[in-house]
């Protein structure tokens, strides 16, 4: 997957898609990471001035949603389930295998309505159930 690289301008083209959406600091911040594949920084600022809303708002959700990222992604983007489901079944431990073994790669997610099959992970937008080192390994680019 490869995405635009940030800029003000690219992001205001964004933002105006969104002009007449209602409550569009999500909406914005998906867009965002849509097109460039993280949420900049710099965006939280961009979105509140638009929007109109302050800019604790739009870091508040930012900050909320773990599937929104604050730095680039890189080749790979990981993430192992660590909702109550997949918890039970083990998916903490996997975590942290994970996060040794592909450190940067690896963000936290929270269900992913994969449940039944946790415990889960995510692998480039992926969904893998009864996920485990190996299976994630091999889903890698
Ligand atoms: S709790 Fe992990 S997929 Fe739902």
């Not at 898609?17 to 600091?25: A, F, I, K, Q, S």
């Not at 415990?119 to 009864?130: E, F």
Request: aromatic share 8%; net charge negative.
């Amino acid at each position: 997957m490869s995405f635009a690289p940030w800029s003000k301008d690219a992001a205001l083209v964004v933002l105006a898609t969104l002009r007449d959406e209602e409550g569009p600091v999500l909406l914005a911040l998906q867009a965002l990471q849509r097109e460039f594949g993280y949420v900049d920084k710099e965006a939280v600022g961009l979105v509140a001035d638009y929007f109109n809303k302050s800019r604790a708002d739009v870091h508040g959700v930012l900050t909320f949603y773990h599937d929104l990222l604050t730095s680039a992604p890189g080749d790979n983007q990981i993430s192992v389930c660590v909702a109550e489901a997949c918890q039970a079944v083990g998916s903490r431990d996997l975590e942290k295998q994970v996060k040794a073994k592909f450190g940067d790669e690896v963000h936290d997610g929270y269900c992913y309505g994969n449940c039944a099959l946790g415990p889960s992970a995510m692998v480039n937008g992926c969904i893998i159930g009864r996920a485990s080192l190996d299976k994630i390994a091999k889903a890698r680019r």
